[in-house]
């Protein structure tokens, strides 16, 4: 490359370069480091560049040019550079030496904004396992004062049903009814913060094999619906078989609830989609409107009132995490009063 096109590259880089000797001054400097922290190159060379280089990071910086004055590889390294207004951004360098010079030639990539997403998703997760601690001591210490509750309000009816009044009676049915929900509620919310917490294992799983005990252990609510389930060939899978249970169990007792009064009609079935397997779960139930396919697996999220069917709204969430935690996802098509197909995917 002639010198001209060399030129030309180093003033139209959107990638701040920099040529720098090992005496520890700047010798030349891009005009994207103007752009970039507000330093002109005639500032940037006015001092040691170890003036700008943040004073955690000076003792690396010095260790790493010092390699590179040795005669080592290129080399990559970050630092956190101060801009004109005081602030630090973070910049990935890539560096190559030339003792025989005595330079060394850099190109830095502003990764700033990178570092605070790296940053914000750590807090997030930290966030996550916080909850799911919460949510799993909070629910674990709820359950015993309402098994007591429970308890005291069976004796209650047992032992004076016949001096309560209707009205009193009544009122004991609504403890009896909310104390079941609360419960219900518990145990799911247990379950869901179980499936962040527990450890996966990966290990093949034949699906045909475990939708069928999946079926077997709902055989009475298949048989007080009078539902029909199809399973098609089913492949082999590497995951969690006691997740994928709960994740297969959850949308058929869905299928089974979500029906319009028919008896359920629900298949099962897979396909090879490039590097994952699709599994479908298909009924003919009531369906759901487009606007609410996302919702429906955010935690506590129902469309129905308990007494249009009954739930906590946390099983579809319970899914979306157990997919999500064997690398696939989970998603819904449907057509209100045609039925709904429930898909989600897994590695091959």
Known sequence: MGEPHYEEF????????????????????????????????????AVPYTE????????????EVTALAGGAESQ?????????DG?????????????????????????THRGELERRAADLERSNEELERFAYVASHDLS?????????VSLLQSRYADRLDDDAGEFMRYIVDGVERMQALIRDLLSYSRVGRAELEHEPVAMGPLVQRVLEGMQTSIDETDATIEVGDLPTVRGDASQLVQLVQNLVVNALKFTGGEPP????????????????VADEGIGIDPEFDERIFQVFQRLHGPNEYPGTGVGLAICRA??????????????????????FTLPA
């Open 52 to 63: 700008f280089i943040h004073p955690d990071d000076r003792e690396r910086a010095v260790a």
């Open 87 to 111: 602030s630090y951004g973070v910049f990935l360098f890539n560096a190559i030496g030339v003792p025989d010079q005595g330079l060394l030639y850099a190109v830095a990539k502003d990764i």
């Open 10 to 45: 180093f003033d139209l880089s959107l990638d701040p370069l920099v040529t720098a000797g090992f005496d520890g001054y700047i010798k030349r400097a891009s005009p994207a480091w103007e752009r970039t922290l507000g330093w002109s190159e005639d500032e940037l060379r």
């Open 144 to 152: 015993e004062p309402l098994r007591m509750v429970s308890g005291f």
């Open 265 to 280: 009609v629900v298949r099962i079935t897979a396909a090879r989609d490039g590097d994952e397997w699709a599994f479908a």
């Open 76 to 84: 990559d390294f970050e630092l956190r550079i101060r801009g004109r």
């Open 322 to 343: 157990i997919a999500e935690r064997h690398g696939g996802r989970i998603w819904v098509e449907s057509t209100p009063g045609e039925g709904s197909v429930f898909r």
